[in-house]
């Protein structure tokens, strides 16, 4: 029995081997070649296809962010604008009539500024000149340092001379002065070195929106006192 199957599978083999290599053709046995031809025969629509380049996937990208409002404007800037405090000075008894008179013409209301007054007090001086020459004055520097008394230049008016002590009252400077006789200084007397006077202020305590638009008319008469913030 087994000689018979192992003879069954020798037949089948070499059958199928005559088969395959074509050698049954004559008999019409022989298997179908798969040429390209035989491939285009089994696909459905090939015209359909097209070859072209092969690109990558597209990369994804981040969703873009939400669209926003236009920057908002910066806030106006109200640090020295309408709504504040400003003021110039200090003015003298002179200047101030300027001022005055530039607030009427500009028709600024009165409860729209103010004059502040603060009060300079005179001084008064010991004082040695005027010298008929720079050779006296010199001459009488060299006395007054063999004496031992200081000195100091007079300003102003006052020149060419000497002060031998500035007081903040006649009275001081009068008794300074005996001291100074007394030490055989000659020719000195007391003068007033700067009178009493009476300094002002302008404030204009909260400009309007109108009043600042007109506030730079009002320079020229300030005699070149820039207008500023109020301090305080």
Request: glycine content about 8%; proline content about 8%; overall charge positive.
């Amino acid at each position: 029995m087994l000689r018979h199957t192992l003879l069954a599978l020798l037949l089948a083999n070499a059958g199928y081997l005559a088969w395959s290599q074509g050698w049954m053709a004559s008999l019409g046995w022989q298997p179908e070649t798969q040429s390209e031809a035989f491939r285009l025969k089994q696909q459905m629509r090939p015209e359909a296809i097209q070859v072209g380049p092969v690109t990558p996937p597209a990369r994804a990208t981040p969703a873009a962010a939400p669209a926003t409002d236009a920057a908002a404007p910066a806030a106006p800037d109200t640090a020295s604008g309408p709504g504040r405090c400003w003021q110039a000075g200090t003015f003298d008894d002179k200047q101030v009539v300027a001022v005055r008179t530039a607030l009427r013409d500009l028709e600024i209301p009165a409860e729209q500024w103010e004059l502040q007054t603060s009060a300079v007090n005179g001084r008064w001086m010991v004082y040695l000149g005027k010298f008929p020459s720079a050779e006296a004055l010199d001459a009488r520097r060299a006395e007054l340092r063999q004496q031992g008394v200081g000195f100091d230049r007079a300003t102003g008016a006052l020149e060419p001379g000497l002060s031998l002590g500035r007081f903040p009252s006649e009275e001081a400077a009068t008794r300074e002065l005996t001291t100074f006789l007394r030490k055989g200084v000659r020719g000195a007397r007391v003068v007033q070195e700067r009178a009493e006077t009476t300094l002002y202020t302008l404030r204009l305590p909260h400009v309007s929106p109108e009043l600042h638009a007109r506030m730079e008319r009002l320079k020229p008469a300030l005699a070149g006192k820039p207008l500023r913030l109020c301090e305080g």
